[in-house]
């Protein structure tokens, strides 16, 4: 399954904070059994940082998943992935059209004149 | 550890390094008891460059004295990506930064021995052919760190010259320790030193010293050689050289129409003239009215020696 591409805002998040995504997904039929994931990774195959799967109610029109994922601790620019079940078949599968980014910093000397 | 004055600012400058480069940074540096209680705070934006970069931040120092941590937060588009405790530093007990600046302005015999100056008349103090010296000096001090604090000195007064062991320098300084109010800042303008001799007494050579309160360490010294030769009883004639100041505290110096000045609603008149300090009216009230021509003041019952005695002394 090739993966589509989503927008997505706000690139630039905190190391180890933890942030609340929300897609807006449309499920077809309605009424079903629906698990969702957002991870984080250089590629869908090594994620580094989830939000484990979150279950919703297809309603066959668009409605709003909240994903709660803490940042990795380390500097990086991180490809954005969304997995969506119904069932246990993984029918759509997502790119964020920009990766996160995960400042990083360090305080080497300080010198007071 | 780092040791600085109450309310001293300082600059810290930060090694930081930020990823990715050109993005909106921050850094705060504070200090306090924990880092949740900040007491002082420097904050400053900069754009990371992806390496190594030094960021200055002004800081102002806490006023209490004690030691504070000191933390430094790192923040790159406005969330926080580091957090780093330095160093504790120590903020010192106020220190009393006695800077006096004295300056010795005039030095005057008002009157001479008996033999030598007996056309003034009457004599300024008593009839004894008192001699009388008068050293005008400022003491513009900083004190209590900011300057124009009157700081309390102490001074010595020594004298050459075959003066006999009855005559003694008699300190007469107005020196305050009250700071700036109005009355203190006045007379804590000038000092005076008054030397009296008695008959066939006199003095060639004045030296006054001016000491620190507390370390008694030697700030300033200076000799003054008066010339008794040159008095007139013109020196009567003294020009004011700062404003009259009219006692008690409600009294009020105006220009009356006969362009004399008149203290109204207090009892006395206090200059600062050439000659020193002086008074009028102290205790005669018809003193008061004093002719003025400009910047001239004439009275001819100006006592000069007046001042409060020194709340310290060697």
């Known amino acids: 399954m090739d993966r589509q ?11 180890g904070v933890a942030y609340t995504a929300t897609a807006t997904v449309t499920m077809f039929p309605a009424g079903q059994s629906c698990e969702a994931e957002l991870f984080l990774g250089e590629s869908d195959s090594s994620p580094v940082a989830t939000s484990g799967r979150v279950s919703f109610q297809s309603n066959g029109s668009p409605q709003q998943v909240q994903f709660q994922v803490t940042m990795p601790s380390q500097y990086g620019e991180y490809h954005v992935y969304l997995d969506v079940f119904m069932g246990s078949i993984r029918v759509l599968a997502f790119l964020g059209t920009e990766d996160v980014i995960v400042p990083g910093g360090s305080v080497d000397s300080i010198t007071w004149t | 550890m780092p040791t600085f004055q109450p309310g001293e600012g300082k600059i810290a400058a930060v090694a930081v390094t930020v990823v990715p480069s050109g993005m909106a940074s921050q850094i705060e540096v504070f200090l306090g008891p924990d880092e949740n209680t900040k007491v002082a705070s420097g904050i400053v934006d900069f754009v990371s460059n992806g390496e190594s970069q030094e960021v200055v931040v002004g800081i102002t120092m806490p006023t209490a004295p004690g030691t504070y941590n000191v933390y430094l937060d790192l923040y790159g588009e406005g969330s926080v990506i580091a957090k780093y405790q330095a160093e504790s530093v120590t903020i010192q007990e106020m220190v009393q930064n006695l800077v006096p600046y004295v300056s010795f302005a005039a030095c005057h015999w008002l009157c001479y021995h008996e033999d030598r100056c007996h056309s003034l008349d009457p004599p300024i103090f008593g009839a ?18 900011e300057w124009g604090n009157w700081a309390p000195i102490k001074y010595r007064l020594t ?3 075959p003066v006999s062991p009855s005559s003694y320098p008699i300190p007469a300084m107005g020196f305050s320790y009250s700071g700036n ?20 007494e006199h003095t060639t050579k004045v030296t006054l010293e001016i000491f620190h309160p507390e370390s008694g360490e030697l700030l300033k010294t200076q000799s003054f050689y008066p010339d008794i030769a040159s008095r007139t009883p013109s020196d009567r ?10 006692g008690c505290d409600e009294g009020t110096i105006f220009v009356a129409d006969d362009n004399l000045y008149e203290c109204q609603g207090g009892d006395y008149v206090v200059v600062f003239t050439n000659l020193g300090l002086g008074v009028c009216g102290w205790d005669n009230p018809d003193e008061l009215k004093i002719g003025n021509d400009g910047r001239r ?9 007046w001042a409060w005695y020194p709340q310290f002394s060697l």
């Open chain 2, 297 to 305: 003041y004439q009275c001819t019952q100006m006592h000069y020696g």
């Open chain 2, 181 to 200: 109010a109005a009355a203190a800042s006045f007379f804590g303008y000038s000092g005076m030193v008054r030397v009296e001799c008695f008959p066939g």
């Open chain 2, 128 to 145: 004894m052919g008192l001699q009388q010296l008068l050293i005008s000096f400022e003491n513009y001090s900083y004190w209590n760190g």
């Open chain 1, 5 to 15: 591409l989503v927008s997505m805002k706000d690139p630039v998040l905190a190391p």
């Open chain 2, 159 to 161: 004298y050459d010259g």
């Open chain 2, 237 to 246: 004639v003294v020009t004011v050289l700062d404003d009259p100041y009219c």
